[in-house]
């Protein structure tokens, strides 16, 4: 069975918690940062968790999660009903990237996300997870058969990583740390799995969207990074006050819509070139790790 718990409220004292930190149950099955999952059931995905505790014999009649999304619904699905979940574990753990990681995987597993997430409009999380795990079992084995759920964001998504060197270039800066990818972008923003499918490996990426008088920034961490991973990278998180030094404190803000990963973003349009900005960004953050 699955109980969805709200933010704050206990879960189950006999249940099994996935993805999602729930109060009170016997297990936790998550890569939320914070987690108590078994270390040798850890994994970078809540998906990729849950099937090494199906791997590993573990037996949940009761499972919790207290929101939605592709990880946290796929996860519990595989909890659930661990032998189709075995069977289609490569998609179900590419939609999982997908949609936690924002990575360009494997089509059927890009699909299935937006599928999953489809599913989820318009209705409480709680009918989400109704419908979802309904539907996972046929979707995870023929995903393609859907296409009324996915069809207009794939085409969007096709489209703009057609156009994506064409309105966008794409650099890389060697740091201390790794490369930091230099995204300059002209018009519409381009989605994060067609940037991440060009800029992979990188440990920051600056994006700069050209305006009429200079360009916006954002300087972020990896996709990834917010998640306590074991495959990918565990990167240390640098100070924000220490990376705004010698930058225009009047256009940065450190605080706000920065996303899950973002580090800095500018208020406004400035005139400093892509390189200038990486340059000073990369003397702050090597000068505050010594």
Known sequence: MFAFVPFGEAGPADGVCCDGLVDGCNLQLSHWSGNETPRELKRDTSVEIALAAIDAGVRAKLVANNHFDADGVIAVFVLLHPEIAREHRDVLVAAAE???FDEWTTEDGMKLEMA??????LVTERVAYERALAQLPALAANVAHYKH?????WDALVEADARADRDATFDRVRAPFGDVAVVVQRGETLPGAVVAKRTRGAKRTLWAWEREHGFDYLYEMPRYAWADTVEREMLAKPSRNALARALD????????????????????????KPRDVIERLLVNEVRASH
Do not use: N, P
């Not at 999953?116 to 409009?121: D, F, K, P, T």
């Not at 759920?149 to 964001?153: I, V």
């Open 149 to 153: 759920l996915w069809a207009s964001e």
């Open 98 to 100: 997908a949609g936690d």
């Open 116 to 121: 999953v997430r489809r599913l989820s409009r």
């Open 249 to 272: 404190s009047d256009a940065w803000a450190l605080k706000g819509d920065l996303g899950m990963t973002g580090l800095l973003r500018t208020k406004r349009a400035i005139a400093t």
